[in-house]
């Protein structure tokens, strides 16, 4: 497996990425399939391919504000196009050159990349990343106003692996979760992948 590569579930026009949410907004955002307008479109916001991680992030949807776990499903050119105008949050001298150069250029992306450790069914970090995109500005209002295509409630979803993984069945667990796979997405050299 590569060291930075984006799993995820996805089709040949979607690609589903997950966020959690206090149900004051998660919940009449996978009611009515858009993000209400208490969602705040000038905020960065965190959008992850990685069910896993996403149970890493929000403690199985346990954690305050976060009680509300969403699958959301965008359109795979806007994911692509942010991508394409992702910076990364970090500055690596072999991809960006000057320190100057990477802060001017993070600071005129709409959108930036992480890549963390990916996450097994305990939660414990893998040897290998998997991809955070923040979205802020344009990406941000496009994400919430054109990209998604649905979303959907995955709360349940979350407490069961989480039963499963409790009680000490894995396997079980593991038949339930997402099925994610390499995602084809364009040259993300400029994003150290």
């Not at 705040?40 to 149970?55: D, G, H, N, Q, Y």
């Not at 305050?64 to 965008?74: K, M, N, R, S």
Request: charged share 25%.
């Amino acid at each position: 497996m590569e060291q930075r590569q984006i799993r995820a579930a996805h089709t040949g026009t979607t690609v589903t990425v997950y966020q959690a949410y206090h149900p004051r907004i998660g919940l009449p955002a996978a009611r009515d399939g858009r993000f209400p307008a208490e969602w705040k479109r000038e905020r960065m916001t965190w959008i992850k391919p990685s069910f896993l991680w996403m149970m890493y992030r929000c403690g199985w949807g346990l954690k305050p504000d976060q009680e509300t776990v969403l699958a959301i499903e965008i359109g795979r050119d806007g994911f692509d196009w942010a991508l394409a105008s992702a910076c990364l949050s970090h500055h690596v001298p072999e991809v960006h050159g000057a320190f100057g150069e990477w802060r001017e250029a993070l600071r005129a992306a709409p959108a930036r990349v992480q890549w963390d450790p990916e996450r097994d069914l305990r939660l414990n970090p893998l040897p290998y990343r998997s991809l955070q995109l923040g979205l802020s500005g344009e990406a941000s209002r496009r994400y919430a106003d054109e990209w998604t295509v649905a979303i959907t409630d995955v709360t349940p979803l979350a407490r069961e692996v989480h039963a499963l993984v409790s009680a000490g069945d894995l396997d079980a667990a593991a038949r339930l979760l997402p099925a994610e796979k390499a995602y084809p997405a364009p040259d993300l050299a400029h994003l150290g992948a």
